[in-house]
């Protein structure tokens, strides 16, 4: 604007000097207005040329001159954010024209996030320094960026719109994106829809967001990429889910494989395909079938009512292989599989794909007594089998193994007839008795009786372990139920035929008192007879009564070889005793009195005397 003023100003003085050349080639002299009519000149009179040198503008003009100026010039001396075109771009800088006297140089590392930047683009610029060294002007994207990001981060936001942002690099559970200068998190469950293994992929791309969260106290931001799909993938799961009918067939791609199933992405909607519904075989994991983004087609066998779980098959999209099972194949063959499932009541066999058959525990042996599946087979093993039924309708099958060897009851009599002797191993215990196997497949009970001649058993293990080897005789043989009656105590001769006569009927023993009881005591003649002395048994000679620990002589008063039972008295020792001097008394006074032929009357006497002293000592 000055320099059009100065212009004027030079217009004017060369205006002037034509009019003093004028009038100086003027010869004759001219009346001027003012001359002729001074009061008209001065009314008319231009002060303001008069006094500025120049001649007046009209506001009209000059209001246009301004708005040319502001139109079309830049004031570097602020610090405002001005919008230039790039003109020019070099490998290293791009030359901006923001109207300014010169051009503005930018570096490109400044517009990494726009790699499709190209001449005549409009971008935001902050003029940083007016003229540098050269005379160059200096400006600044980033700084431009920055000031004006929040405001368009907060517009974004609040209108929905959709931004550009660069992946700068990858961090703890999501990446860092550059949008308008900010750098923005996205988490990795907002990348897309699918789960992403490999986020490395995105770094150094320019993809699309979506700002969901600001936190203007931390100054966080949040993008979403998933956010801009979902709007698309919903559409196609309402579409997709409006079509689906049961056994129809789709094709999917394996979206996450977990231990119980496949999950399937039908294009927008997933479906589940469990473990079971995989192959007509058994496998341990499904990776053993499918692996990640592998395409596959599917059945659909159900879903619920707003079909937001669906279930499907993939084995079902081929034969069954119970329906490709030779017609050949019936019970009595023999067949060979391998172990693929262990239960406590049997192990499953895979005689064929998908064909499978249980061996029921008590099919593995000719035992009788109950052992578990492990003990005879393990997954993985082959095994040979005979199979026992075969349901083609209802897809099962029995096998057997012990059926492989002969059933080792069929010549029992001549193997262990009654009375024979044998070893055996025990093998379990009940309330009622031991089993001991005498061979596989061969097993005798021992009655809790028939352990011990003279031992009191209340259980079995009182007597033995697990796993003893015991000699056994066969008491009885039943072939048709398969049981067999075994004794150990048959084994050894039986003591108490012995003590039968060693401990008869009034034979008088010396023993101690071991315990007493509460009617009566027990003493111990040797390792095998307990006798019982009841209470009253137990008074001595002087009135007393025996204690524990107490050593004298016993008489058996009872003894019971069947069931065991040994009863004794230390009373009957003494009053046997009187007994007898009574009776050698009569004999010695009768004796007595053949020689002095005494009265009738004396002998009466002495032998009331004898009678009044043996009552005196019963009173007692």
């Known amino acids: 604007m000055a320099e059009k003023a100065n212009q004027a100003e030079v217009e004017a003085t060369e205006a002037k000097a034509v009019e003093a050349t004028e009038t100086q080639t003027v010869e004759a002299p001219v009346v001027s207005e003012a001359q002729a009519n001074p009061e008209k000149f001065l009314k008319d009179f231009n002060w303001h ?18 708005k040319l100026v ?3 010039f830049v004031d570097t001396l602020d610090d405002e954010v001005v919008e230039g075109e790039v003109i020019h771009i070099t490998d290293r800088d791009a030359i901006i024209d923001i109207n300014a006297k010169s051009e503005g140089v930018i570096s490109l590392n400044e517009f990494r996030y726009n790699p499709n930047l190209k001449v005549g683009d409009k971008v935001e610029v902050l003029i940083d320094v007016r003229e540098d060294a050269t005379g160059q002007l200096v400006l ?42 900010i750098e923005a998190f996205l988490p990795g469950s907002q990348i897309d829809v699918k789960p992403i293994r490999d986020y490395d992929q995105y770094v150094n791309k320019t993809m699309e967001f979506k700002v969901v969260k600001i936190n203007h106290e931390f100054k966080n931001v949040v993008v979403s990429h998933k956010a801009l799909i979902e709007a698309d ?74 079909k937001s779980r669906i279930q499907l098959g993939l084995k079902q999209l081929s034969k069954h292989p119970w329906d490709a099972l030779g017609e050949e194949v019936k019970v009595g063959d023999k067949v060979k599989g391998k172990v693929v499932v262990i ?30 599946a492990q003990d005879f087979v393990s997954v993985g093993d082959e095994v040979e089998a005979v199979i026992l039924t075969l349901d083609r309708e209802d897809r099962k099958m029995s096998l057997g193994i012990k059926q492989l060897t002969p059933d080792p009851w069929t010549d029992i009599t001549s193997k262990y007839p009654v009375g024979s002797k044998h070893t055996g191993i025990v093998r379990n215990f009940t309330n009622f008795g031991v089993f001991v196997e005498l061979e596989e497949g061969i097993d005798g009970l021992i009655y809790i009786s028939d352990l011990s001649w003279t031992k009191k058993i209340k259980h079995p293990s009182e007597f033995c372990n697990v796993g003893d080897k015991l000699d056994v005789v066969v008491l009885e043989l039943d072939v048709e139920g398969r049981k067999l009656s ?41 390792e095998d007879i307990v006798a019982f002395v009841p209470s009253r048994h137990l008074e001595k000679e002087d009135g007393k009564k025996l204690k524990k620990g107490d050593t004298a002589e016993f008489k058996i008063i009872e003894f019971n070889k069947e069931f065991k039972r040994v009863v004794a008295s230390h009373t009957a020792i003494f009053r046997e005793e009187e007994a007898a001097n009574v009776k050698a008394a009569a004999k010695k006074a009768e004796a007595q009195a053949a020689e002095s032929k005494p009265t009738l009357g004396d002998a009466n006497d002495a032998l009331q005397a004898l009678k009044d002293k043996m009552d005196g000592k019963k009173s007692k």
């Open 343 to 372: 239960a406590d009541y049997g192990a499953f066999i895979e005689v064929a794909d998908g064909v499978e058959g249980l061996i029921h525990v008590s099919e593995m042996s000719w035992s009788t007594h109950l052992r578990s």
């Open 233 to 306: 993938i919903e559409e196609q799961k309402k579409e997709i889910i409006g079509q689906l009918e049961k056994g129809q067939v789709l094709e999917g791609v394996v979206k996450n494989i977990t231990s119980y199933g496949v999950f399937i992405d039908l294009g927008g909607v997933d479906g589940l395909v469990h473990i079971t519904d995989l192959s007509w075989s058994r496998i341990n994991h499904p990776n053993e079938i499918v692996e990640l983004d592998q395409k596959l087609n599917v059945v659909i066998l159900d879903f619920d009512e707003d």
């Open 70 to 72: 502001a139109e079309n």
């Open 49 to 66: 040329n008069y006094q500025e040198g120049i001649d007046e503008v009209e506001d009209s003009q000059l209001q246009e001159f301004e």
């Open 486 to 526: 075994l004794g150990h105590k048959q084994t050894t001769e039986n003591p108490w035929d012995k003590y039968e006569t060693e401990f008869a009927l009034d034979t008088v023993h010396t023993a101690e008192i071991a315990e007493v009881v509460d009617k009566g005591a027990t003493i111990e003649f040797n």
């Open 140 to 181: 600044s994207h980033r700084k431009a960026r920055v000031i004006k990001a929040w405001d368009r981060v907060n517009a974004a936001h609040d209108n929905g719109e959709i931004v550009n942002g660069f992946v700068k690099c990858r961090t703890k559970g999501g990446m860092i994106v550059d949008v308008f200068g």
